[in-house]
């Protein structure tokens, strides 16, 4: 951990070049830490953080800038969690509320547009079924070919998800023990309920049918597959405005990025050992997969309605503003709960 001092130069570069995407001076830092200390102290002190790998600089300017460990230890350490303090923005966001016409859906489209606008962010909204509440009503096999057949799986949703087998790799027999025994273990319960039946299921499929783990892990990657994700994007233009995209070639990847990303592998992997929902997620710079130092991530996910799932996700360079992207997505989650009757964990 750094000391206070160190905290307050660090927290204070951060807030500077967020605004002015300057390299920030010592002359500078001492204006806006307001501490009784000399400018040496502030070099000193900066150098530190330089040696420790919160501050860059970049190329001979004197003033320095936040790494990604800096604008890391900056969101984990040195936000403050204060509710949104835009009067103007609030009410355009509880107004959405009164629409009692529309559903959540909608609703979340419209303020992550709003957010979109007044952070000068991209905002992606994506949806999908929240598969796990699904209960398994039925599972059949269909022969199709000599060599080929089918096994499908009918959801409460009216959802059907099916799997073509090569019978050289799962005979007919095979199968057929396989659906006994999934359809014996869960038949009318909840998806979620899934990977606690295969501890059943394993050691008896093990025993009866060749190629048991194959056929296992395909009947249960089938059962939870969700190829119902939709996507909405917001706010393209604001990537346009930003120096840090503009070479042409970056900004295709990051949109190629946004375009293939689905937010909620990295909200799943973030969280894996906390299940909590609602938890905001960032990543930062070189915490992103690939060549995308340059840019930033701030999202959450959540439940909304009739078995579905959301994920925002606001996107833009590094030096985004961290604080206030997340107390955003905060009170767009807020807004969700009133919404649903319900609240969320923090």
Do not use: C
């Not at 970049?58 to 204060?82: A, E």
């Not at 990847?253 to 293939?260: G, K, P, R, T, W």
């Amino acid at each position: 951990m750094l000391s206070q001092r160190q905290e307050k130069i660090l927290k204070a570069i951060v807030k500077e070049f967020i605004k002015t995407v300057q390299p920030v001076g010592s002359k500078r830092i001492l204006e806006l830490i307001e501490m009784p200390i000399s400018s040496a102290t502030v070099r000193n002190e900066a150098s530190a953080l330089e040696e420790y790998g919160f501050l860059e600089k970049q190329h001979t300017s004197s003033g320095r800038v936040p790494s990604t460990k800096g604008y890391r230890y900056y969101v984990d350490y040195l936000m403050k969690n204060k509710t949104v303090n835009n009067a103007d923005l609030k009410k355009q966001l509880e107004n959405l509320m009164d629409f009692r016409t529309h559903n959540i859906e909608k609703i979340i489209d419209q303020a992550t547009n709003i957010i979109s606008e007044m952070t000068e962010l991209t905002a992606i909204v994506s949806m999908k079924d929240l598969v796990e509440e699904n209960v398994l009503k039925k599972i059949d096999l269909i022969p199709l070919t000599q060599t080929t057949a089918s096994v499908i799986f009918i959801l409460s949703n009216g959802n059907i998800h099916k799997k073509v087998f090569n019978l050289e790799n799962a005979s007919l027999n095979d199968l057929a023990i396989a659906i006994k025994l999934f359809s014996d273990n869960l038949l009318d319960q909840k998806l979620s309920y899934v990977k606690q039946a295969v501890t059943v299921i394993q050691p008896e499929l093990q025993i009866a049918v060749r190629n048991y783990e194959y056929i296992l892990q395909s009947f249960v990657n089938t059962i939870l597959e969700n190829d119902n994700e939709t996507k909405e994007t917001y706010g393209i233009k604001y990537m346009l405005e930003k120096p840090e995209f503009s070479n042409t070639e970056k900004l295709k990847a990051v949109i190629q990025l946004m375009e293939n990303m689905s937010p909620f592998d990295w909200y799943d992997i973030r969280y894996s050992s906390n299940k909590q929902k609602n938890k905001i997620a960032t990543k930062i710079g070189e915490e992103n997969d690939g060549d995308f130092a340059d840019i930033g991530m701030v999202g959450t996910e959540f439940a909304t309605s009739n078995g579905k799932k959301a994920a925002i996700t606001l996107v833009g360079p590094k030096r985004m503003d961290y604080d206030q992207a997340t107390q955003l997505v905060e009170w767009l989650i807020d807004l969700v709960g009133l919404k649903l009757g319900g609240k969320h964990e923090k």
